[in-house]
Nanobody
Framework: QVQLVESGGGLVQPGGSLRLSCAAS????????MGWYRQAPGKQRELVAA???????NYADSVKGRFTISRDNAKNMVYLQMNSLRPEDTAVYYC?????????WGRGTQVTVSS
């Protein structure tokens, strides 16, 4: 199964920025559409950004214009640049394929936006 490890979360002030990283195992990483998901307390997990192997991207309306997903297929890495952060962005952020592999969810990384 695919193993995924997220990192880069932390506490930031509203309007601040953060860059998340995701390291993926396997030698066939480059063929998958990858995404970033988030789950806030009491809310369902939602897909906020996705990127095909060729770099075509999609974003949830709530983050469009503020978040940017990117990937380095040679390094099996996916990134999420988060700018203009808002308190409502507070959540645990996960990476996975999009659509996800159900058995490949990692621990995620906590992002807290607060003054």
């Amino acid at each position: 199964q695919v193993q995924l490890v997220e990192s880069g979360g932390g506490l930031v002030q509203p309007g601040g920025s953060l860059r998340l990283s995701c390291a993926a195992s396997g030698s066939i990483f480059a063929i998958y559409r990858m995404g970033w998901y988030r789950q806030a307390p009491g809310k369902q997990r939602e897909l906020v950004a996705a990127s095909t192997s060729g770099g075509n991207t999609n974003y949830a309306d709530s983050v469009k214009g503020r978040f940017t997903i990117s990937r380095d297929n040679a390094k099996n890495m996916v990134y999420l640049q988060m700018n203009s952060l808002r308190p409502e962005d507070t959540a645990v952020y996960y990476c996975n394929a999009a659509p996800p592999f159900r058995d490949s969810w990692g621990r995620g990384t906590q992002v807290t936006v607060s003054s």
